[in-house]
């Protein structure tokens, strides 16, 4: 990936009204993760977990995708519209998981199981999803590896979600890649137990790719998405929330009368539960990548087609 550009001096006043006037010149949609900045979440045209975002992509009627988001997501927007232009704020985007399993080291892993079926999580490059036989989010991660009843599979590469399904799906032969997360590994299970004393009444929210030291203290588990589902319609007035802040945005929009408290960390004050790669994309940057239509991701083609495939049997079997 290339370094960031420097931001330029004389950027508009109104950086808002400037993206607003750009997505509509340049025909694009604009689309965010729900970890993105509420400022960004606020311009777009949809928010999203990552199969709510692979969804939007594939019906996405436009010129230019940009996406807020990091690089695997809009590596995923690209696969589903190799005509589409589709920009991001900034290339340095990047996740911990991705970049945790590299694509020869996978390679060899899968090697030494032949005849598994390989499930992977969204969270990994084009050219390890090109290796697949079905992607999974963690929305539908359950029902995917469901899916191979009876067959040998590969879950790749999350280690925690992966033990998580393993006990959901009744698969404890799970053939694990041992990546993690480096937000929701950041999470201590001895500190939320000291703050679920604190407050007694609280709910306590956690996505699976916690550890399970965290998801054994929480009332819902579950994705970006269905966290925010259950923050809303829950009778808690107190929730604790283990994952990315950014999720706050959307909870505080719907139900501003509760308090948000958000999972502790190893130490206090700890910013650990903000991606520093999905924060690397702000109002700044989106207004210049809009303006300029770069950075562009691309994906070559030979690799497309083959990730093409699981990706949309995953859409197929979500719908």
């Known amino acids: ?9 004389d950027l ?3 950086l808002e009204a400037e993206i607003l006037r750009l997505k509509k010149e340049r025909n694009a949609i604009l689309l965010a993760h729900y970890y993105q900045e509420s400022e960004v ?14 969804r939007a992509a594939q019906k996405a009627d436009c010129e230019v995708i940009a996406f807020c988001g990091v690089h695997f997501m809009a590596e995923t927007a690209k696969i589903l519209n190799p005509h589409r232009k589709v920009v991001v704020p900034d290339l340095e985007a990047g996740c911990s998981l991705a970049d945790g399993c590299p694509v020869d080291q996978f390679r060899a892993f899968v090697a030494r199981h032949p005849g598994a079926k390989v499930v992977t999580y969204i969270n990994s490059s084009a050219e390890v ?10 929305s539908n991660a359950v029902k995917m590896v469901e899916h191979f009843e009876g067959q040998p599979v590969v879950f ?10 393993a006990r959901e799906a009744n698969r404890p032969d799970l053939i694990v890649w041992q990546g993690i997360c480096i ?4 999470f201590s299970a001895k500190r939320l137990a000291e703050l679920r004393v604190k407050h007694p009444d609280a709910e306590v929210l956690a996505h699976p790719e916690c550890d399970d030291a965290v998801l054994a203290q929480a009332d819902t588990i579950g994705s970006t998405s269905r ?6 319609e829950s009778p808690a007035k107190t929730l604790i929330i283990a994952t990315e802040d950014g999720v706050f945005h959307q909870i505080r929009r719907r139900v501003p009368e509760k308090t948000l408290l958000q999972a502790p960390g190893p130490d206090e004050g700890c910013a650990c539960n903000r991606c520093p790669y999905m924060r690397l994309n702000t109002l700044e940057k989106l207004y210049l990548c809009l303006r300029d239509l770069e950075p562009e991701v691309t994906v070559p083609e030979e690799i497309r087609v083959r990730a093409l495939r699981p990706i949309e049997k995953m859409l197929e079997l979500s719908a």
């Open 1 to 9: 990936m290339s370094a960031a550009r420097p931001l330029p001096a």
């Open 41 to 54: 979440q606020a311009l777009a045209d949809g928010v999203g977990d990552s199969l709510q975002l692979a």
């Open 156 to 165: 790749a590469p999350d280690r925690h979600l992966a033990r998580w399904v």
């Open 129 to 138: 999803k090109a290796m697949s036989d079905l992607i999974c989010t963690s």
């Open 227 to 232: 966290i925010i589902e259950r923050a809303i």
């Open 12 to 14: 508009p006043r109104d």
């Open 183 to 186: 937000v929701h590994e950041q």
